[in-house]
């Protein structure tokens, strides 16, 4: 069992920048793949990153590459997206998750869920 616990999220205009964190707590995450997700009113929660703990390996959404980029810091047990070119269509919850084993895109596979964290581009 794992609790994820996410922060950073707020207000921003368009072409700003903001750093989501997300804390785990309960055990290691050594042997997961942590994602960021996002769901925008009306929308389906969608995948935006990703990072194997272990291998640092990430993957992104096309939304987003270039502008986002995903890292954690294995000593705190905390995952990070800088999000840079805020884009209003980035407005959404943002929400961390984990899973065990290989990556994966499709937010079925994932076990954690954080409780999410509002970001809102807008000027």
């Known amino acids: 069992q794992v609790h994820l616990e996410e922060s950073g999220g707020g207000l921003v205009q368009p072409g700003g920048s903001l750093r989501l964190s997300c804390a785990a707590s309960g055990r290691t995450l050594d042997n997961d793949v942590m994602g960021w997700f996002r769901q925008a009113p009306v929308k389906e929660r969608e995948f935006v990153a990703l990072?194997?703990?272990?291998?640092?390996?990430?993957r992104y959404a096309d939304s987003v590459k270039g502008r986002f980029t995903i890292s954690r810091d294995n000593d705190k047990s905390t995952g990070y997206l800088q999000m840079n070119s805020l884009k209003p269509e980035d407005t959404a919850v943002y929400y961390c998750a984990a899973k065990r084993g290989f990556i994966a895109t499709l937010e079925k596979s994932y076990n954690w869920w954080g409780q999410g964290t509002q970001v809102t581009v807008s000027s």
């Open positions: 990072i194997w703990w272990s291998a640092g390996l990430t």
